[in-house]
C-alpha cells in the first residue's frame, strides 16, 4: 500500500486528483448505463413487431442490442462527458467545495489537471473503439438489422455516375435494389483521344445475377467511327451484354461503411475514388472517428468552466447550460458537415485540406469557447 502511494507521488496525484477522477469516471460509465438502457428500451419498442415477425433468435438479439449499446455509447461519449462533468462538479460548486480548493491556495490550471487525466483515458478508449473496436461491433449489428428488422434497401440518390472503367461512364435516373433494377440508363464509351466511340440509352437496364450480364429494354444503339466519322444506329427491345458493373458500385447502405475498420475505410476510399464516385462523406466519417474523441477534452473544458462556478439557481441552471451548450455542439457539427458533403470546394482550397478543416471546425469553435470560459471561470 506504501508502495502504490509512494508511486501516485511520484506522478503527482494527489488523495483529490484520485477522488475528482473516481466520481468523473464512475459518473461517466454509470450514464453510459443509463443512456443505453433507456436507448434499448425504446429501440425494442419500435422493432419489436419485426423481431418477432422474423422470427429473431435471442441469442442474436442479445448480441445486437450489445453491438447497439457499443454504437451508442461511442455516438454520445462527448455528450455524456459533458453531463457528468456538470452533474458531479456543479455538485461540488453547490457545497463551496470548489471554492475552498481555491481559496487554499490551489490554481484552477491545477484544479482542472484531474479532469484532463480522467478525459485522457476516456479519449484513448474512444480512439480505439472509434477506429478498430466499433466496426467489428458494427458487422455483427447490420447483419442482424438486414436480416430481421430492415430487410428493404433502396437506393435514394439520382443522377449516378461512375466510370466503371477507363474511358467508360455510366448513368442511371435512379436505381431500384431489390429489383436490381436502374432506370434511364446511358452508357459512353471514349478512346484515348477523347473521341466518343459509343453511346446507348436504354429505358432500364437490369442486373442478370444467374449468368452476370446486363438485360437493357429499349436499348438506342450508337457506334461512331471517329477516323471515318461514319455512324451506325440500332434500336433493340432487348439487348444483354456484359458491362464491368453491379448495382452495388452505385449505391450500398450508408451504414456499411460503419462496419469497416480505419485501414479498411482507407482502402474503400481509394477504390471508390478510382470508380469516380463521390467520397466526401467517406472521408469526413474517416476524420469523424478521431475527432469524436477530442471532442471529449473540448467538452471537459467547457464543462468545468461552466460548472465549477456557484450559481443561484444551482444545479438546475448548469444542466441548463449543459443542455444547451451541446445543443448548439450538435447543430454547428451536423451544419458544418452537410455544407461540407454537399457544397463545392472553396477555390483555392485544396479538397484534403478543406475536408480536415471541416471536419475539425466544430472542435475548434467550441474550444475557443471553452477557452474563453476559462478565463472567466473563479480563479
Same mark, same amino acid.
Given at each position: ?194 473521341? $466518343? @466511340?459509343?453511346?446507348?440509352? !436504354?429505358?432500364?437496364?437490369?442486373? %442478370? ?5 446486363? +438485360? #437493357?429494354?429499349? =436499348? ?78 473540448? $467538452? @471537459?473544458?467547457?464543462?468545468? !468552466?461552466?460548472?465549477?462556478?456557484? %450559481? ?5 441552471? +448548469? #444542466?441548463?447550460? =449543459? ?57
Amino acid at each position: 500500500m506504501a508502495g502504490g502511494s509512494s508511486w501516485l507521488q511520484r506522478i503527482g496525484l494527489t488523495r483529490l486528483d484520485r477522488y475528482i477522477m473516481r466520481k468523473f469516471l464512475s459518473t461517466f460509465f454509470f450514464m453510459i448505463g443509463v443512456f443505453c438502457v433507456i436507448a434499448v428500451v425504446f429501440d425494442l419498442m419500435e422493432y419489436l413487431d419485426d423481431l418477432l415477425r422474423n422470427e429473431a433468435p435471442l441469442g442474436g438479439t442479445l448480441l445486437y442490442y450489445l453491438s447497439f449499446c457499443f454504437y451508442f455509447g461511442n455516438l454520445l461519449s462527448g455528450f455524456i462527458v459533458f453531463l457528468t462533468i456538470i452533474w458531479f462538479t456543479s455538485r461540488l460548486a453547490q457545497q463551496t467545495e470548489v471554492i475552498a480548493m481555491l481559496s487554499g491556495g490551489m490554481s484552477f490550471r491545477r484544479f482542472l489537471r484531474p479532469y484532463f487525466l480522467a478525459a485522457t483515458l476516456l479519449a484513448g478508449m474512444t480512439l480505439v473503439i472509434s477506429h478498430w473496436i466499433l466496426p467489428l461491433a458494427n458487422g455483427q449489428k447490420l447483419d442482424f438489422d438486414f436480416q430481421y428488422i430492415h430487410t428493404k434497401f433502396s437506393i435514394a440518390d439520382q443522377h449516378l455516375y461512375r466510370e466503371i472503367q477507363p474511358g467508360v461512364i455510366a448513368y442511371f435516373r435512379s436505381i431500384t435494389v431489390d429489383r436490381e433494377t436502374g432506370y434511364r440508363f446511358q452508357l459512353e464509351r471514349w478512346n484515348e483521344a477523347g473521341q $466518343m @466511340t459509343q453511346h446507348i440509352t !436504354a429505358a432500364k437496364a437490369q442486373w %442478370q445475377s444467374e449468368d452476370s450480364t446486363w +438485360h #437493357l429494354v429499349n =436499348a438506342a444503339i450508337r457506334d461512331l467511327d471517329p477516323a471515318s466519322g461514319t455512324e451506325r444506329f440500332r434500336y433493340l427491345t432487348a439487348f444483354d451484354t456484359t458491362l464491368a458493373m453491379r448495382i452495388s458500385d452505385f449505391g450500398q447502405r450508408s451504414e456499411l461503411i460503419s462496419t469497416m475498420t480505419t485501414p479498411q475505410l482507407d482502402e474503400h476510399i481509394a477504390a471508390v475514388s478510382a470508380l469516380g464516385a463521390p467520397i466526401t462523406r467517406l472521408v469526413l466519417e474517416r476524420h469523424a472517428r478521431t475527432t469524436n474523441a477530442f471532442t471529449i477534452f473540448v $467538452m @471537459t473544458l467547457i464543462g468545468v !468552466a461552466v460548472a465549477s462556478r456557484k %450559481q443561484r439557481g444551482g444545479m438546475g441552471m +448548469h #444542466l441548463f447550460l =449543459a443542455v444547451l451548450i451541446a445543443f448548439a455542439y450538435v447543430f454547428s457539427w451536423k451544419l458544418i458537415t452537410v455544407y461540407a458533403a454537399e457544397a463545392p470546394i472553396p477555390e483555392g482550397w485544396d479538397r484534403e485540406v478543406w475536408w480536415l478543416f471541416s471536419a475539425w471546425l466544430p472542435n475548434l469553435l467550441f474550444g475557443a469557447l471553452g477557452v474563453v470560459l476559462y478565463r472567466l471561470a473563479p480563479k
